[in-house]
């Protein structure tokens, strides 16, 4: 297995280049995800990051207009990444489409093409050129172009929505709901147990605390939607519904702590409450019916 990260290049020089090919691959949800478990990882928005101008001259000349720095707050912020290779994708111009695409993107392209059928711009009768053939050729052009990049941009988003990309600790550890149990009360116990790692976090201020609100918020939708194959179906509505209820929770937690409605402490308390809640209805498990 490809650790992606230890690729990145040793030149801060060609980290451009690098990221660039994993904007226009179907890796990134992969990069995203070890990028994420870095300590100095942040969850700062691609807004923040790069104003209306930085990011016109990212979608016309790659991040080649960028500054070494400006790349290194892209690895710092995963997050943004997505944000990112949305925009390059629908909004990039010429400097993206000329990109070199990978063996796997190209099959992937490939896939997609079979699946819409015939394309619609199909042979050309012979004809004499004229100045407005040739300007509906560039406009046919420029359409397939950027069909070819929402094709891609499909695949990505599909890709990402079918694999959990949670905060990779607490209830986002991989292998967390592997179907290698024995019995429902062992899945939902080694739930419980990841819970309680919570209390193992120790945020020294608001911000860390936002940060881990944000990826156990994250950590709870991977619960909501997963198929939970230990689980019947009267046992995973039950654990999912409880899920819901912990999600808004957390979530109002966050939202009163970013208003200024709930001070760090406060917060900290409520989210543990909820936490403790959490571990000890899952580890007790469903009623009996």
């Known amino acids: 297995m490809t650790i992606f990260i230890t690729t990145i290049p040793d030149d801060p020089k060609e980290w451009a280049g690098w990221l660039e090919q994993h904007l ?5 949800r ?18 923040v990051l790069l104003n209306q101008k930085q990011l016109s001259e990212v979608r016309q000349h790659g991040l080649s207009a960028l500054s070494v720095n ?15 290779q949305e925009d390059v994708l629908l909004h990039g111009g010429d400097y993206w489409a000329s990109l070199p695409t990978s063996a796997e993107v190209q099959s992937a392209t490939d896939r997609v093409k079979q699946r819409l059928g015939k394309s619609p711009f199909g042979e050309e009768r012979a004809a004499r050129p ?3 053939s040739e300007v509906k050729r560039g406009s046919r052009g420029l359409l397939i172009a950027l069909t070819s990049a929402a094709a891609l941009l499909l695949i990505g988003f599909v890709t990402w929505q079918m694999q959990p990309h949670g905060s990779g600790s607490i209830l986002g550890q991989p292998g967390l709901l592997a179907n290698d149990v024995s019995s429902s009360a062992e899945y939902l ?46 046992e995973r509505n039950w654990f999912v519904g409880k899920c819901e209820n912990w ?20 917060a900290k308390a409520e989210a543990d409450k909820t936490m403790m809640k959490l571990v000890n209805v899952v580890r007790e498990g469903p009623p009996a019916a």
């Open 24 to 28: 226009v691959g179907l890796r990134l």
């Open 247 to 266: 999600k808004n929770e957390f979530d109002t937690t966050l939202a009163s702590l970013q208003s200024g409605q709930l001070t760090f402490e406060a």
């Open 189 to 234: 116990n080694r739930i419980a147990d990841a819970g309680n790692e919570w209390f193992d976090q120790h945020p020294r201020d608001s911000a860390e605390l936002v940060t881990l609100l944000e990826n156990v918020s994250n950590d709870c939708q991977i619960l909501i939607d997963a198929e939970h194959l230990p689980l019947t179906s009267e």
């Open 130 to 132: 004229t100045a407005n």
């Open 70 to 84: 400006q790349v290194r707050t892209l690895f710092s912020s995963p997050e943004s990444l997505l944000e990112l």
């Open 30 to 47: 992969d990069v995203i995800d070890e990028l994420r478990l870095l300590p100095e990882s942040t969850s700062t928005p691609l807004k």
